[in-house]
């Protein structure tokens, strides 16, 4: 569950991360099981770092940014019945964006390696 709330804090402000649309199935498992794998990838990348907060605030603000942008929406009901555990079916439109945000997370650590 932690795992699921640092995750979705970042998605509220802000697969195997290496999956690509066309293998992201849109259901609350399928959103569990890469959000969990990235926010291991995430706490990894953040502890490996010199200065693990401003790691974290960067990420943060580049996930915020995501939104800010326009480039994804607002889904903060979705991500709560997500990090509740809900069995519900997520929209096309909150996985298609949750797919946007780990990409842009993803791609984020690969262009800032520690």
């Known amino acids: 569950m932690k795992n699921i709330l640092v995750a979705g804090a970042l998605g509220a402000i802000i697969g195997s991360t290496q999956a690509s649309a066309a293998d992201f199935e849109c259901s609350a498992d399928s959103l569990?099981?890469?959000?969990?794998?990235?926010?291991?990838?995430?706490?990894?990348f953040i502890a490996s770092s010199d200065d693990p907060q401003q790691t974290q605030q960067e990420l943060a603000s580049m996930a915020r940014g995501l939104r800010e942008n326009g480039r994804v929406s607002n889904h903060d009901e979705e991500m709560k019945k997500l990090a509740s555990g809900a069995d519900f079916q997520p929209s096309q439109s909150f996985c298609d964006d949750m797919q946007t945000t780990m990409s842009a997370i993803q791609s984020y650590m690969e262009s800032h390696p520690h």
């Open 32 to 44: 569990m099981k890469h959000v969990g794998e990235q926010t291991q990838q995430i706490e990894a």
